[in-house]
């Protein structure tokens, strides 16, 4: 199907009351559901569902056979890699209902999330931080933090470009490939803008 600002491959399925955003495009199996908001430029792969009030920004690319839940935020940029996962309860039972109970989720601009990774509900993922394949997210993950592993564990630092940072003793890096400059301090990094 091709929308005058979209394109849905036929076999999508698009509910009433969704908003979708200039140049977005949805490919084969996916379900986009209604009330939810999809910014421009977006990609959504095979497979892929997104829940009422989910909300993606701009240039978010979803790929194959992710699930977006109700109180889940994307933010511009943001990466899901193949079967990453998401929940949106913290401790569900098929026999309660607890759909007054969900929890949000949100990824800051220019996150990545590897393929197969799971993000437990009612995190924040910070601006260009990168969640490793398979990794178990259980708590905030701070802006550019690299985290791996089952819990997830902070395992170093990642530049905007997506490149690891090392800092010297004086808590500087610099991005190997697009030159950029960051400055870690208490543990928080920054960007160093000219």
């Known amino acids: 199907m091709q929308n005058n600002s979209y394109f849905a491959h036929e076999t999508a399925v698009i509910d009433e009351g969704c908003k979708i955003g200039d140049g977005t495009k949805i490919w084969h199996f996916s379900h986009i559901m209604s009330n939810c908001k999809i910014g421009n430029k977006c990609n959504m792969g095979q497979n892929v569902v ?21 109180g889940v935020i994307c933010e511009d940029d943001v990466f899901l890699g193949p079967s990453m996962v998401f929940t949106n309860i913290t401790n569900p039972r098929s026999a309660v209902i607890r759909r007054d109970q969900y929890e949000k989720t949100l990824i800051k ?19 260009y931080a990168f969640i490793g394949a398979g990794a178990v997210v259980t708590k905030d993950v701070p802006d550019y933090a690299l985290v791996i592993g089952n819990p997830a564990r902070h395992a170093g630092w990642m530049s905007e470009y997506g490149h690891r940072l090392d800092f010297d003793e004086n808590g500087l890096a610099t991005c190997p490939e697009s030159k950029e400059k960051y400055k870690l301090e208490n543990r928080t990094v920054s960007k160093i803008t000219s």
Do not use: D, M, W
């Not at 979803?62 to 839940?69: F, L």
């Not at 220019?110 to 910070?126: D, E, L, M, Q, W």
């Open 50 to 70: 997104v829940s009422p009030q989910a909300e993606l920004g701009n240039n978010v690319k979803v790929q194959n056979n992710v699930s977006i839940y109700t």
């Open 109 to 127: 601009k220019g996150a990545s999330i590897g393929a197969n990774a799971t993000v437990i509900c009612g995190h924040t993922i910070g601006r």
